[in-house]
């Protein structure tokens, strides 16, 4: 049995960084499924070699296999990150599936306001989120390890487990699960407000948008950037801002995926590995499987992917180009929503800054390297 350290904000960081490896990498299968299924739609369906239509069964087959692997994280990864800190895995996976009861993703989709025992609760989508249930099995190994300790052995069955769930409904669904967004609504507000103001403010905001973009996804902190775009679109029909940053984001990801593929010369499980999460992020659109099978584990590409991020949007920024498609593809597609201007060096230098984004990541990947010092990935 690990020693529990006091609960206490550094030690939460630190328990984070030391047991996300561990949590994570035991997903790295359900990850490469869900990419690949999901690449073969975007492969064989509309977006490309059109072989399969949307309603058709085999690509609806496709779909719900894909989004599964990703829809469900929370109840994996209460699994995974129940094993690292130690505690009840079934306890793990049953705060993950809360989050994802059909009745409380209603609730948080709503906007009714609800609470746990008079407590407000900031409404957040948890579908595909990761870091809340970590953040909560981790809290949650400390309640359980107190009450079992303290409740005699002829209730412990009885009482240990429901009091558990009682106690961590509103420290993970008020506190912990909503933290991303409650700071993000803060920061994302600040950078739309900063994005307003034209010249350099505006060419600062894509840059930071292009390198933190991936972490605000990861800790729900872009919600509010995602509807400020949308809300541009519906107004003006294009947007030049967050769409910008964010596609030079995601293109950073592949460069990430192919600098640690290019890297692991003396690893074959690795090299194969990372190729696949090259294929699925830069063809199928799937960035997930890089994401938390590459990015989180080994901590030190996350500086590569922001300095790649930073670069591209900074030549968006600079020579201005404007996104016409709020919703098209994912994967490098994603430039031709560049394309509705009357000057075709809009999608040029879409282009480009995608290309700068890719490159720069890859080879900041590949010299910097991918190696992480977090331990316990047993």
């Given at each position: 049995?690990?020693?529990?350290?006091?609960?206490?904000?550094?030690?939460?960081?630190?328990?984070?960084?030391?047991?996300?490896?561990?949590?994570l990498?035991?997903?790295?299968?359900v990850?490469?499924?869900g990419?690949?299924?999901?690449?073969?739609?975007?492969?064989?369906?509309?977006?490309m070699?059109?072989?399969?239509?949307?309603?058709?069964?085999?690509?609806?087959t496709f779909?719900f296999?894909?989004?599964a692997?990703?829809?469900?994280?929370?109840?994996?990864?209460g699994y995974?990150?129940?094993?690292q800190f130690?505690?009840?895995?079934?306890?793990?996976m049953?705060?993950?599936?809360?989050m994802?009861?059909p009745?409380?993703?209603?609730?948080?989709?709503?906007?009714a306001?609800?609470?746990?025992?008079?407590?407000?609760?900031?409404k957040v989508?948890?579908?595909s989120?990761i870091i809340p249930?970590?953040?909560?099995?981790w809290?949650?190994?400390?309640?359980?390890?107190?009450?079992n300790k303290h409740?005699?052995?002829?209730?412990?069955?009885?009482f240990?487990?429901?009091?558990?769930?009682?106690?961590?409904l509103?420290?993970?669904?008020?506190?912990?699960?909503p933290?991303g967004?409650i700071?993000?609504d803060?920061?994302?507000?600040?950078?739309?407000?900063?994005?307003?103001q034209?010249g350099?403010?505006t060419?600062?905001?894509?840059?930071?948008i292009?390198?933190?973009?991936?972490?605000?996804?990861?800790t729900g902190?872009?919600?509010?950037?995602m509807?400020?775009?949308?809300?541009?679109?519906?107004?003006?029909?294009?947007?030049?801002?967050v769409?910008?940053?964010?596609?030079c984001a995601?293109?950073?990801?592949?460069?990430?995926a192919?600098g640690?593929?290019l890297k692991?010369?003396?690893?074959?499980?690795?090299?194969a590995?990372f190729w696949?999460?090259?294929?699925?992020?830069?063809?199928?659109g799937v960035?997930?499987?890089?994401?938390y099978?590459?990015i989180?584990?080994?901590?030190?590409?996350?500086l590569?992917?922001?300095?790649?991020?930073?670069?591209?949007?900074?030549?968006?920024?600079?020579t201005?180009?404007?996104?016409?498609?709020?919703?098209?593809?994912s994967n490098?597609?994603s430039v031709?929503?560049?394309?509705?201007s009357?000057?075709?060096?809009?999608?040029?230098?879409a282009?480009?800054?995608?290309?700068?984004a890719?490159?720069?990541?890859?080879?900041?990947?590949?010299?910097?390297?991918?190696?992480?010092?977090?331990?316990?990935?047993?």
């Open positions: 049995m690990e020693k529990k350290n006091k609960l206490s904000l550094k030690n939460i960081g630190n328990a984070i960084l030391n047991k996300l490896a561990g949590s990498t035991p997903l790295i299968p990850l490469m499924v990419g690949v299924f999901k690449m073969l739609m975007t492969i064989l369906g509309p977006q070699l059109k072989i399969l239509a949307v309603n058709s069964d085999l690509y609806r779909a296999v894909g989004d692997c990703f829809y469900f994280l929370p109840i994996l990864v995974t990150a129940a094993k130690h505690t009840s895995k079934v306890l793990g049953l705060l993950g599936a809360i994802l009861q009745d409380f993703v209603k609730i948080s989709m709503s906007k306001a609800f609470s746990i025992y008079g407590i407000p609760m900031f989508n948890y579908a989120s249930i970590i953040l909560t099995v809290v949650m190994s400390y309640v359980y390890a107190f009450l409740i005699v052995p002829t209730l412990r069955t009885i240990v487990a429901p009091i558990t769930v009682a106690i961590m509103p420290i993970s669904l008020c506190v912990l699960g933290l967004g700071i993000g803060g920061f994302s507000t600040m950078l739309v407000k900063f994005g307003n034209g350099v403010a060419i600062l905001t894509i840059v930071t292009g390198a933190l973009w991936e972490f605000m996804v990861l902190m872009h919600l509010v950037l509807t400020t775009l949308l809300l541009v679109f519906t107004q003006v029909g294009h947007e030049g801002v769409s910008v940053g964010a596609l995601t293109f950073a990801v592949s460069g990430v192919l640690a593929a692991a010369a003396k690893s074959k499980k690795d090299r590995l696949g999460f090259f294929v699925s992020a830069f063809i199928g960035t997930e499987p890089t994401l099978g590459l989180l584990p080994h901590k030190r590409t996350f590569s992917l922001m300095i790649g991020g930073a670069c591209g949007a900074l030549y968006g920024a600079i201005k180009i404007i996104n016409y498609m709020p919703a098209g593809a490098f597609l031709l929503g560049f394309s509705g009357v000057s075709v060096m809009n999608l040029i230098n282009i480009i800054a995608a290309g700068i890719f490159s720069v990541a890859a080879l900041a990947t590949y010299l910097i390297g991918y190696q992480s010092k977090i331990s316990s990935t047993k």
